[in-house]
Nanobody
């Protein structure tokens, strides 16, 4: 059974930084696409950043140059390094995964697995 557990959310002032982590367990496939998706109540989910088993990365335009996605395969942990945070980054951030590494883009959904989410709040 695949489990994704996020951590690292919190409150920060605009311009600050946070690092989110997503610990995965039970995933035995060699190929994957994993990423971070955020959601604000009343709005659609937004793919923020993705990375696949080939190491290909993709970012939403809204976070390019500020966020970095990375992974530690030995620890089976996915990270999202968030710098220069803005109030509009405030959202619940979810870790998500799917089996196919193809079309691993932020605007492509089809996620098979989700974490429980971690809240990020950025104040002005």
């Amino acid at each position: 059974q695949v489990q994704l557990v996020e951590s690292g959310g919190g409150s920060v002032q605009a311009g600050g930084s946070l690092r989110l982590a997503c610990a995965a367990s039970g995933y035995t496939h060699r190929t994957y696409c994993v990423g971070w998706v955020r959601q604000v109540p009343g709005k659609e989910r937004e793919g923020v950043a993705t990375i696949n088993s080939n190491g290909d990365k993709n970012y939403a335009d809204s976070v390019k140059g500020r966020f970095t996605i990375s992974q530690d395969n030995a620890k089976m942990t996915l990270y999202l390094h968030m710098n220069s945070l803005k109030p509009e980054d405030t959202a619940m951030y979810y870790c998500a995964a799917r089996l196919s590494p193809d079309y691993c883009y932020t605007w492509i959904g089809g996620w098979n697995y989700w974490g429980q989410g971690t809240q990020v709040a950025v104040s002005s």
